[in-house]
């Protein structure tokens, strides 16, 4: 049975960092996605960044290009995501999904996503 715990959310000032991790496991196959998403206050659940595992392509939307990093421990089925100068337009929480279609390119397009974890919460402020 596939499970995505995340952790690593906080508080942090504008122009700081942290960094959420995504332990993901259950797996029968290395095909398989982990996508990060958001969710504000009033907002659609928006996704952020995503990651084949297979073979480690990445996607990032526009507005988290040059800041966010998503990368994967294959040895410990862990996935991060590193949020460099953060804003405060990046508060919300941050869902980690698995996406097991084993799709060519990952998407994040939530609706591919069948394993969500609780979210963590991010909140960038002064």
């Known amino acids: 049975q596939v499970q995505i715990v995340e952790s690593g959310g906080g508080l942090v000032q504008p122009g700081g960092s942290l960094r959420l991790s995504c332990a993901a496991s259950?797996?029968?196959?290395?095909?398989?996605?982990i996508g990060w998403f958001r969710q504000a206050p009033g907002k659609e659940r928006e996704g952020v960044t995503c990651i084949s595992i297979s073979d480690g392509r990445t996607y990032y939307r526009d507005s988290v290009k040059g800041r966010f990093t998503i990368s994967r421990d294959n040895a410990k089925n862990t996935v991060y995501l590193q949020m460099n100068s953060l804003k405060p337009e990046d508060t919300a929480v941050y869902y980690c999904a698995a996406d097991t279609a084993g799709r060519a390119v990952c998407t994040t397009a939530t609706m591919f996503y069948d394993y969500w974890g609780q979210g963590t919460q991010v909140t960038v402020s002064s």
């Open positions: 259950g797996f029968t196959s290395d095909y398989y996605a």
